[in-house]
């Protein structure tokens, strides 16, 4: 079946302790992303990737990592998180030659908690 | 970046067709029409797109007016099940594939 896992889904963290929220899509997708929603703010974008070893921020990034080792992988790294990094994540991937066309999947979340 | 105009919230009885709207006057003309919609705790799922022509898939309808500054998404029959919030996003045009997510129609469905 094709998707794009994340994990964990919930996760309760203290302040400054650095962890990683891991990204991975089986469908060959050249483009990854991954989004924050927090209420009344909406889904906003806090980096993405064109493909392996090319990424770049979106609206978005401060206080948070990425990288593009592998196609398939796009982890999430907060290297030391604060309460306001809590929020509900969001990686999504998708193909650059049908991006018009097929849009973006999404996977089920990561519920991030900062003490 | 092109922005769209949606309600904030629409009332639909079950099994009737619901019409959600969208307004996207600054729209370019290499801008496709994408809609998505988010079930509450899940990511968002994408539903359909459009570039000109009205367009048709098992999920829904998609038409747009003939000058591309609007678009209706129909749900021929709601359910239960597409109680969701309902984003409509101009994506794609000039090589752009940041998917920017205004605030969406939340749709009820009234049994």
């Known amino acids: 079946e094709a998707q794009v896992t994340q994990n964990p889904r919930y996760l309760i963290t203290v302040t400054g302790k650095k962890l990683t929220v891991t990204c991975s899509q089986n469908?060959?997708?050249?483009?990854m992303s991954w989004y924050r929603q927090d209420p009344g703010l909406g889904l906003r974008q806090i980096y993405y990737?064109?493909?392996?070893?090319?990424?770049d921020k979106g609206d978005v990034p401060e206080g948070y990592k990425v990288s593009r080792k592998e196609k398939r992988n796009f982890p999430l790294i907060l290297e030391s998180p604060s309460p306001n990094q809590t929020s509900l994540y969001f990686c999504?991937?998708?193909?650059?030659?049908?991006?018009?066309?097929?849009?973006?999947?999404f996977g089920s979340g990561t519920r991030l908690t900062v003490v | 970046d092109a922005k769209t105009t949606q309600p904030n919230s629409m009332e639909s009885n079950e099994e009737e067709p619901v019409h959600l709207p969208c307004n996207h006057s600054?729209?370019?003309?290499?801008?496709?029409i994408h809609w998505y919609r988010q079930l509450p705790s899940q990511g968002p799922e994408y539903v359909i797109h459009?570039?000109?022509s009205n367009v048709n898939n098992r999920m829904a309808s998609l038409a747009i007016a003939e000058d591309r500054k609007s678009s209706t998404l129909i749900l021929h029959r709601a359910t239960l099940r597409d109680a969701a919030v309902y984003y409509c996003i101009l994506f794609g045009g000039a090589g752009s594939y940041q998917l920017t997510f205004g605030k969406g129609t939340k749709l009820s469905v009234i049994p």
């Open positions: 999504a991937s998708g193909s650059l030659s049908g991006l018009r066309v097929d849009g973006y999947t």
């Open positions: 990737s064109m493909n392996v070893e090319v990424t």
């Open positions: 600054t729209i370019s003309g290499t801008d496709y």
């Open positions: 459009g570039l000109t």
């Open positions: 469908m060959n997708h050249e483009y």
